[in-house]
């Protein structure tokens, strides 16, 4: 068994939570206005503010009637500013005879078309849905795993398009989340690398087994052939933990009947050599090695090249 480095619970894979939310601030969308709306609006409101100033209270002092002898006077401001509402109207929705914006033009259809039968023809995918271990984090974008495997089809005569769908920091709970919009066109396998920042945070065993399981139901429901990678859990939660995290993988594999690779970091895990200076993500050399331990998982579903 390897060595595996001491990891703080507060430790995450990855350079940022994806639980933290980021949100833009909030933006009051512009109110659209008519043609002389502005003032019109002012000189309407002024007069009806004038001729009901005080009439909310009654000779007797009460405020919960409004006084009857000031209805005429609201009623005759109201109907002395209608001919400017009509008029400012008819300003805002330009002469009758005014041209209109033309439609579409007849020309663009076929080019519309064309663009849907390309997204239509668009190559098989496969997505590799993980954290930063998917991503690649310390590494350029073509040495990582889903880069290697995509090199990997092409050197063998297949013809998918692998898509790299990892987020750092990203836990199951992340990936469920974002497991729609990833699913985007012609998705025949999914990869799943999920859990290791479940681990190491300490979040619930039966949390990271119910994410794992909607995704993977999920997707098979979508007819997608999906492979599961394990993860280990660090040894300073104890025997317990571990072993309970450990064996979710497995558990969610058999309920849902897919290929299960028991640990996405065999061959790697705690080996200096074959990690970044972090001792947790391969580098270029142990992303090699997860890209063939993958490889062996996923050639027998590929289908005909």
């Given at each position: 068994?390897?060595?595996?480095?001491?990891?703080?619970?507060?430790?995450?894979?990855g350079d940022?939570?994806l639980?933290?939310?980021?949100?833009?601030?909030h933006?009051e969308?512009?109110?659209?206005?008519?043609?002389g709306?502005?003032?019109?609006?002012?000189?309407?409101?002024?007069a009806?503010?004038?001729?009901?100033?005080?009439?909310?209270?009654?000779?007797?002092?009460?405020?919960?009637?409004?006084?009857?002898?000031?209805?005429?006077?609201?009623?005759?401001?109201?109907?002395?500013?209608l001919?400017?509402i009509?008029?400012?109207?008819?300003?805002?929705c330009?002469?009758a005879?005014?041209?209109?914006?033309?439609?579409?033009?007849?020309a663009?259809?076929?080019?519309?078309?064309?663009?849907?039968?390309?997204?239509l023809?668009?190559?098989?995918?496969?997505?590799?849905?993980?954290?930063?271990?998917?991503?690649?984090?310390?590494?350029p974008r073509?040495?990582?795993v889903?880069?290697?495997?995509?090199?990997?089809?092409?050197?063998?005569?297949?013809?998918?398009?692998?898509?790299?769908?990892?987020?750092?920091?990203?836990?199951?709970?992340?990936?469920?989340s974002r497991l729609?919009?990833?699913?985007?066109?012609?998705?025949?396998i999914?990869?799943?690398?999920?859990?290791?920042?479940?681990?190491?945070?300490?979040?619930?065993?039966?949390?990271?087994?119910?994410?794992?399981?909607?995704?993977v139901?999920?997707?098979?429901?979508?007819?997608?052939?999906?492979?599961?990678?394990?993860?280990e859990a660090?040894p300073?939660?104890?025997?317990?933990?571990?072993?309970?995290?450990?064996q979710v993988?497995?558990d969610?594999?058999?309920?849902?009947?897919?290929?299960?690779?028991?640990?996405?970091?065999?061959?790697v895990?705690?080996?200096?050599s074959l990690?970044?200076?972090?001792?947790?993500?391969?580098?270029a050399?142990?992303?090699?090695?997860v890209?063939?331990?993958?490889w062996?998982?996923?050639e027998?579903?590929?289908?005909?090249?």
């Amino acid at each position: 068994m390897h060595d595996r480095r001491r990891v703080e619970p507060a430790e995450t894979i990855g350079d940022f939570l994806l639980n933290r939310s980021i949100v833009a601030p909030h933006l009051e969308p512009a109110r659209p206005q008519g043609v002389g709306e502005p003032a019109l609006f002012q000189a309407v409101k002024g007069a009806f503010e004038r001729d009901v100033e005080g009439s909310w209270i009654d000779r007797e002092g009460h405020g919960d009637t409004m006084n009857l002898t000031f209805m005429p006077r609201i009623l005759r401001s109201l109907l002395a500013a209608l001919p400017l509402i009509v008029v400012a109207g008819s300003a805002a929705c330009g002469p009758a005879g005014a041209p209109r914006p033309e439609a579409a033009s007849p020309a663009t259809a076929p080019a519309i078309a064309e663009a849907r039968q390309e997204r239509l023809a668009s190559p098989a995918r496969i997505v590799f849905l993980g954290d930063s271990l998917t991503a690649g984090l310390g590494l350029p974008r073509e040495q990582a795993v889903p880069s290697l495997i995509q090199e990997r089809l092409h050197a063998e005569g297949y013809g998918y398009d692998v898509v790299n769908a990892g987020v750092s920091g990203d836990t199951s709970a992340g990936g469920l989340s974002r497991l729609d919009w990833s699913l985007e066109g012609d998705v025949k396998i999914l990869v799943v690398e999920l859990g290791a920042n479940d681990g190491l945070r300490g979040l619930p065993v039966s949390q990271l087994q119910r994410n794992l399981g909607e995704i993977v139901a999920r997707a098979k429901a979508r007819g997608i052939t999906v492979i599961l990678t394990g993860m280990e859990a660090p040894p300073n939660y104890g025997p317990a933990y571990t072993s309970e995290f450990r064996q979710v993988f497995r558990d969610v594999a058999d309920e849902h009947d897919v290929a299960l690779v028991p640990f996405y970091l065999e061959g790697v895990a705690g080996i200096p050599s074959l990690n970044n200076s972090d001792g947790i993500h391969p580098n270029a050399a142990g992303a090699r090695i997860v890209a063939e331990t993958l490889w062996r998982a996923l050639e027998p579903v590929l289908e005909d090249r």
